[in-house]
């Protein structure tokens, strides 16, 4: 009998827990500055994300670009994974890479090691850092030695569909890891990730939101280049069912197994 493979809807609120709970996500990783590529939430939002919406995995990565941290960060990063295991969290994801590309095992084994003295249930996900590695299908084989065992990776592709042959190395270079397919994930490519050995599914089924300003706009930051596109991004229940209908069927059809 093997485990039924999970959506996971990447949300940036409770609101948006609260949308993809309602529309057939099995958990949620909840971040800030999705269009950075996510940062860590608040604990505030963690804790009120909890109360919204399914099992809440947080997204532990306290600045945006490279992914190369120094121990003054690491040290940051292992305050946030204790502060959102604290506040209701199930999980966290977390990533690391040195210089030259390969895991940085010390800061991975310092996270892991916070999430583990926090709550030893807890799930430790690598993210997608593993696809600026090197040799990303090496470092998914490095995870379980890390205490680490899931990873959220696109096979190091610009989008996870494009990874597929990256993805079914990965999954059989670790078959006790998780290999959850993220990176551009549409509803339409799930049964061919499943087919490729992904685990699960990860995607932000996100739109624009509508600006509520009626008064005069000026850029504040790199992000705003015009009044239109200087919004935010909400969660997309239309999607999120969408991907669930996807994910059912593709499992139904591969003899999944309800886990």
Do not use: N
Not at 138 to 167: K, Q
Not at 184 to 190: A, F, N, S, T, W
């Amino acid at each position: 009998m093997s485990t039924r493979p999970g959506l996971e809807i990447a949300v940036v609120s409770p609101a948006g827990a609260r949308t993809a709970r309602e529309h057939g996500a099995d958990r949620v990783e909840l971040c800030t500055g999705l269009e950075l590529g996510g940062l860590t939430p608040s604990t505030p939002a963690v804790e009120a994300a909890v109360e919204a919406g399914p099992p809440v995995h947080v997204l532990v990565r306290c600045r945006p670009g490279d992914f190369v941290y120094d121990g003054e960060e690491v040290a940051l990063m292992a305050a946030e994974v204790r502060a959102a295991l604290r506040a209701g969290a199930r999980g966290v994801v977390v990533g690391a890479l040195t210089p030259g590309g390969a895991l940085d095992t010390h800061a991975l084994a310092t996270l892991a090691g916070a999430a583990r003295d926090t709550d030893p249930a807890a799930q430790v996900t690598l993210h997608r850092a593993v696809d600026q590695a090197s040799d990303p299908v090496a470092a998914v084989a490095a995870l379980p030695g890390l205490g680490i065992t899931r990873v959220l990776t696109s096979g190091g592709a610009p989008t996870a569909i494009e990874g597929g042959a990256a993805l079914t190395a990965m999954a059989a270079a670790a078959p006790g890891i998780d290999v959850a397919a993220g990176g551009g994930v549409r509803p339409g490519d799930i049964a061919g990730l499943l087919t490729a050995g992904a685990g699960s599914v990860h995607l932000s089924a996100k739109t624009r939101a509508t600006p509520r300003r009626a008064a005069g706009w000026v850029p504040l930051g790199a992000g705003g280049t015009s009044a239109e596109d200087d919004t935010h991004f909400v969660t997309d229940g239309d999607v999120v069912a969408a991907a669930r209908r996807a994910l059912d069927a593709a499992a139904d059809a591969g003899g999944h197994a309800p886990g």
